[in-house]
């Protein structure tokens, strides 16, 4: 049975690689999309995430959802065009730009059409899956599971020394999924820096035909990711690397830790993850314990994302 998945996402080149995959994938069947804010604004993800569906023939499309705008905060957040693109795409530009009318009461709808069989995947900022935690936390304690690409346990983060993107930007947000999720597993940059896609991969992948948007978005991608690092041999997927764990969990190596998030603003360490594996001590009332990845197999990953991704099979 295909698993049904409703990605949450902020729509940059790593997520729609994710959306690549799990379209691909004989394995899910994406439900819909909430578009957010994120590496663009709410406006151009809802935007983008309609252009893609330009490439899902009829019969396949499903709903795209108008995420949130704005942090839990209320800081303004911050876009990052010099990774991703204006529009989340890299260098491509779309010609047709559909908004989405306003329909965030869509994901109550899919919640209840696939009662107790939905995951949730979440790439992106946090705040429209902490909004479904404060307005429906009944609802949300019948999905099945809860996937959570974020955080940095005792290892760089990708924004500050120590917090990475998608907790930093709402850590309200992250805290909130964290103190109120059930069934939630954390994909934090342990192992995402790690899900490395060389160009060699994508002009292999670009070869076969099976997707026309992985080689422009992954060559730009790269470029960024190059510059700021030379040694770097290829792109981090950290959003495909995500949707890829409910399907293949024993690709990782898990532990179940309390986790906590700070929350104050304006400081290096806005956003942190933090956990405590010390068993003598009790971590904070409200520091719930989550699966957390702390490593993967690369070769099972490579062989997995490439059989999907040129519909050959990788032994």
Do not use: C
């Not at 997520?15 to 151009?44: F, M, Q, T």
């Not at 730009?97 to 306003?102: M, Q, S």
């Amino acid at each position: 049975m295909k698993k049904k998945i409703l990605l949450f996402a902020d729509v940059g080149i790593d997520d729609i690689v994710a959306l690549i995959y799990g379209y691909l994938s004989d394995d899910i069947e994406l439900v819909g999309v909430v578009a957010d804010y994120g590496n663009v604004p709410r406006k151009r993800a809802i935007q983008t995430a309609n252009y893609l569906m330009t490439y899902v023939p009829e019969g396949k499309k499903f709903p795209i959802i108008g995420g949130a705008e704005i942090p839990m905060t209320a800081q303004e957040p911050t876009y990052y065009p010099e990774i991703h693109g204006e529009y989340g795409l890299g260098p491509i530009i779309p010609d047709k730009l559909i908004d989405t009318t306003e329909n965030f009461f869509e994901i109550v709808n899919i919640i209840q059409q696939y009662d107790g069989e939905l995951t949730i995947v979440s790439i992106g900022r946090l705040t429209s899956l902490a909004t479904m935690y404060i307005l429906y936390p009944g609802l949300m304690d019948t999905v099945k599971d809860v996937y959570v690409m974020g955080g940095a346990f005792w290892v760089p983060g990708n924004v500050t020394a120590v917090s990475e993107a998608n907790f930093y930007s709402d850590p309200v947000a992250a805290r909130l999924v964290m103190n109120y999720g059930k069934n939630l597993t954390i994909i934090p940059l342990n192992v995402t820096d790690y899900s490395i896609v060389t160009p060699e991969m994508v002009d292999y992948i670009d070869s076969k035909g099976r997707t026309e948007l992985l080689k422009p978005l992954l060559d730009y991608y790269y470029s960024f990711y190059k510059k700021r690092n030379p040694e770097i041999q290829g792109s981090p997927v950290h959003d495909a690397i995500t949707m890829m764990a409910p399907l293949f969990e024993d690709m990782f190596t898990f532990r179940e830790l309390p986790v906590f998030i700070v929350t104050t603003e304006g400081r290096i360490n806005q956003g942190q993850s933090i956990t405590d594996i010390r068993p003598y001590t009790k971590f904070g009332e409200d520091a719930k314990k989550h699966r957390i990845a702390f490593g993967f197999d690369y070769n099972k990953f490579y062989r997995r994302f490439m059989s999907v991704m040129t519909g050959e099979v990788f032994e």
